[in-house]
Nanobody, 127 residues
Framework: VQLVESGGGLVQAGGSLRLSCALSGFTLGDYAIGWFRQGSGKEREALSCVDSSTSRTYYSDSVKGRFTVSSDFAKSVVYLQMNSLKPEDTDVYYC?????????????????????WGQGTQVTVSS
């Protein structure tokens, strides 16, 4: 099982980035893919999620209206389009996989239930 993030980098405030999460080694229909971020000394924050079985998407209040999650499960890739970036969005961004059966019981933001994680990609937003 493997999740590999890419697309991070340095961008000015107000700019955009698109992160990609390449998936392999598991049955996508059984999993939802979430996006998280974590900075030094901070808790890992749930940002967004897409349920492969329903195509339903979820967003945290901190990114709703600015970030958009999408998926191309035929290509085994999930994207996070990030617009109107702010310096406080600077973090390491991770994608992760959680069984869809857990979503209804525990919610998409419960990171404890995510089985697989990528290695992360750094996003830096300059002011």
């Amino acid at each position: 099982v493997q999740l590999v993030e890419s697309g991070g980098g340095l961008v000015q405030a107000g700019g955009s980035l698109r992160l990609s999460c390449a998936l392999s080694g598991f049955t996508l229909g059984d999993y939802a893919i979430g996006w998280f971020r974590q900075g030094s000394g901070k808790e890992r924050e749930a940002l967004s999620c897409v349920d492969s079985s329903t195509s339903r998407t979820y967003y945290s209040d901190s990114v709703k209206g600015r970030f958009t999650v999408s998926s191309d499960f035929a290509k085994s890739v999930v994207y996070l389009q990030m617009n109107s970036l702010k310096p406080e969005d600077t973090d390491v961004y991770y994608c992760a996989a959680v069984r869809t059966t857990y979503l209804s019981s525990f919610g998409w933001m419960a990171r404890l239930w995510y089985d697989y994680w990528g290695q992360g990609t750094q996003v830096t937003v300059s002011s």
